[in-house]
């Protein structure tokens, strides 16, 4: 069983910056692959960066590239999701997940675990 708990969600006007964070436990983390999905209302649950197991490899949704950065530190089995030049469109649920293998995935059915989300709200 994998534990996910995600943080640093919040308010925030456009053009500033986010850091979340997502504290893993209950599972060799640092073997699995690692993204961030998001979900705004009445959208569908979108894929919007991953990392590989080593960090050596990172994925990004076209929305977020150039503005978002995905990093890991496996020693402290965490998960980072820094997030630079805001838009109100990125206003969602951030989720954290967790890979069946060590390699990125951007589909939903291609993670295993879930964490329970934290809001992200940017004003204009």
């Known amino acids: 069983q994998v534990r996910l708990v995600e943080s640093g969600g919040g308010l925030v006007q456009a053009g500033g910056s986010l850091r979340l964070s997502c504290a893993a436990s209950?599972?060799?983390?640092?073997?699995?692959?690692m993204g961030w999905f998001r979900q705004a209302p009445g959208k569908e649950r979108e894929f919007v960066a991953g990392i590989s197991w080593s960090g050596g490899s990172t994925y990004y949704s076209d929305s977020v590239k150039g503005r978002f950065t995905i990093s890991r530190d496996n020693a402290k089995n965490t998960v980072y999701l820094q997030m630079n030049s805001l838009k109100p469109e990125d206003t969602a649920v951030y989720y954290c997940?967790?890979?069946?293998?060590?390699?990125?995935?951007?589909?939903?059915?291609?993670?295993?675990?879930w964490g329970q989300g934290t809001q992200v709200t940017v004003s204009s």
């Open positions: 209950g599972r060799a983390f640092s073997s699995v692959a």
């Open positions: 997940a967790a890979g069946r293998t060590g390699y990125i995935g951007s589909l939903p059915r291609e993670y295993d675990y």
